[in-house]
């Protein structure tokens, strides 16, 4: 399996731990047609990419296109921020990016305080081997369908990593907006089971590597494990072996 291009990767701007040209350089290296630099979003506590470092980050990432010889795209991975399903980018955002996910991380700046349940406390839960309660999937399935919903999301990242949704209602909405679910090479984040669930719906995957550094650039492994062993089928992975999945955001700013 070979990534056409890798969406999910961060630099220093968020958690990451190097440049953008560093990352480009790895991509080439890796013969991947292109790459996103798709930092943390605004609302994340410890290492959002802050709104006001935006156009800085824009320039390193055209620098490093330029430079490196490979497409760098400027990706975004928004916070789930509630129940409600608000993201960080505001519409007068969408301009500064080429590609949309967005997904639940433990410090987060949640919209109203009943969310932050969606943080701490699940990943506690999860850590602990303590179930969730079933108002607690509801409320996360919900958060996840809403942010499908109200948002021109491009890729879901790593559902139900440190929390608990009913992933196979998360993926029918997914399905129906066209928006892609990852399967991380980075952390498993559904059981085989549920990934088996999850392909019955229908829903369209993207394979990420979610690299902080650029010797995981490009990397599947851990993704392909667990594909092999659930029997996904490849052709329902749409940025692999040169294919390209059909990006709604983009579509949503044609039309603004
Ligand atoms: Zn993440
Ligand atoms: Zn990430």
Redesign the pocket.
């Known amino acids: 399996m070979k990534l056409t291009i890798d969406y999910h990767t961060h630099t220093v701007f968020s958690d990451g731990k190097n440049r953008a040209a560093e990352i480009a350089a790895a991509a080439k290296e890796h013969g991947l047609e292109g790459i996103a630099i798709s930092e943390?979003g605004y609302s994340h506590l410890a290492f959002g990419i802050r709104r006001k470092k935006t156009e800085r980050w824009l320039s390193e990432l055209k620098k490093a296109q330029e430079e490196v010889g490979i497409r760098v795209l400027a990706g975004i991975?928004s916070n789930i921020r509630g129940i409600s399903g608000l993201c960080d980018l505001r519409e007068s955002d969408y301009e500064n990016f080429d590609v949309y996910l967005a997904?639940i991380?433990v410090a987060t700046r949640y919209e109203r305080l009943r969310d932050y349940k969606f943080g701490v406390s699940s990943m506690l839960r999860t850590k602990l081997g303590i179930g969730p309660s079933s108002t607690l999937v509801r409320d996360t399935t919900k958060a996840y369908i809403h942010a499908v919903e109200r948002n021109p999301l491009d890729v879901v990242?790593?559902l139900n990593y440190l929390c608990f949704s009913d992933p196979v209602e998360v993926a029918k909405c997914c399905r129906d907006y066209g928006t892609y679910l990852e399967i991380s090479s980075k952390k498993q984040h559904l059981s085989d089971e549920e990934l088996a669930a999850v392909v019955a719906t229908g829903v369209r995957f993207v394979v990420n590597s979610?690299a902080h550094t650029p010797d995981r650039v490009g990397d599947t492994r851990l993704a392909e494990e667990q594909i092999a062993r659930v029997g996904v089928p490849l052709e329902r992975i749409d940025n692999i072996d040169g294919r390209h999945p059909v990006f709604r955001f983009a579509e949503f700013k044609r039309h603004m």
């Open positions: 943390h991975e997904g991380h990242t790593h979610d």
